[in-house]
């Protein structure tokens, strides 16, 4: 499969297991803000996003947390599957300035669910 | 089937010899944007088109051109491709104009320069 990154940041869980991964943006005035999942050979592919009027939001058997006062997104997994396992990405949006409309990815979590 | 399209999914070229890697999607977004991506880096972002003949530089631009003539098709040109532009690209497109929705990506087009 694909080599998305060497470094990153590992999650070892096994399958049942509740997940979370972390995610520390750097704009201040980012108002939105997405989740996304690559599996190995494939695109990313949105999961859950939250924008700046929220502090939680909900989907199924995903919750994604925003803290704006320390820059940071979380996003839970819950029940976590062997089909969960893939890199996960934050990405963050702003509405206005310099940045509008450009989007910024984090450089990823590998997620890896042992059966 | 709602879906972004890219092609080649697999090219290698020599450096300078130009090329464009093609990108449709077929859902109406307004938004379209170009991404490689490289081990250790993530995700960067290109290009970026809010509509029609509206782009931006995203974070990495440089050696790269892009066109929106027309809502459906966002091409990504290297005009003298370099062995630093081997990588793996995306493209997306998302309905909102701002990208301030989900959006769909394509399968990738993995790129090599020699």
């Known amino acids: 499969g694909e080599s998305v990154g060497l470094h990153l940041p590992t999650l070892s869980v096994q399958e049942g297991d509740n997940s979370i991964i972390n995610c520390a943006y750097s704009?201040?005035?980012?108002?939105?803000f997405i989740w996304y999942k690559q599996e190995s050979g494939k695109g990313p592919q949105f999961i859950i996003d939250?924008?700046?009027?929220?502090d939680k939001r909900q989907g199924q058997r995903v919750t994604v947390l925003l803290n704006k006062t320390v820059k940071h997104l979380s996003l839970q997994i819950a029940a976590t599957q062997p089909g969960d396992s893939a890199v996960y990405f934050c990405?963050?949006?702003?509405?206005?300035?310099?940045?509008?409309?450009?989007?910024?990815f984090g450089q990823g979590t590998i997620l890896t669910v042992h059966p | 089937e709602a879906q972004v399209t890219q092609n080649p999914r697999y090219l290698i070229t020599v450096t300078g010899k130009k090329l464009t890697v093609t990108c449709s999607q077929n859902?109406?977004?307004?938004?379209m944007s170009w991404y490689r991506q490289d081990p250790g880096l993530g995700l960067r972002q290109i290009y970026y088109?809010?509509?029609?003949?509206?782009?931006d530089k995203g974070d990495v631009p440089e050696g790269y051109k892009v066109s929106r003539k027309e809502k459906r098709n966002f091409p990504l040109i290297l005009e003298s491709p370099s062995p630093n532009q081997t990588s793996l690209y995306f493209c997306?497109?998302?309905?909102?104009?701002?990208?301030?929705?989900?959006?769909?990506f394509g399968q990738g087009t993995r790129l090599t320069v020699v």
């Open positions: 997306a497109s998302s309905l909102s104009e701002t990208g301030h929705t989900e959006a769909f």
């Open positions: 704009n201040s005035a980012s108002d939105y």
């Open positions: 939250i924008r700046s009027n929220m």
């Open positions: 990405a963050e949006n702003a509405a206005g300035g310099t940045s509008y409309g450009k989007l910024t």
């Open positions: 859902m109406n977004h307004e938004y």
């Open positions: 088109s809010m509509n029609v003949e509206v782009t």
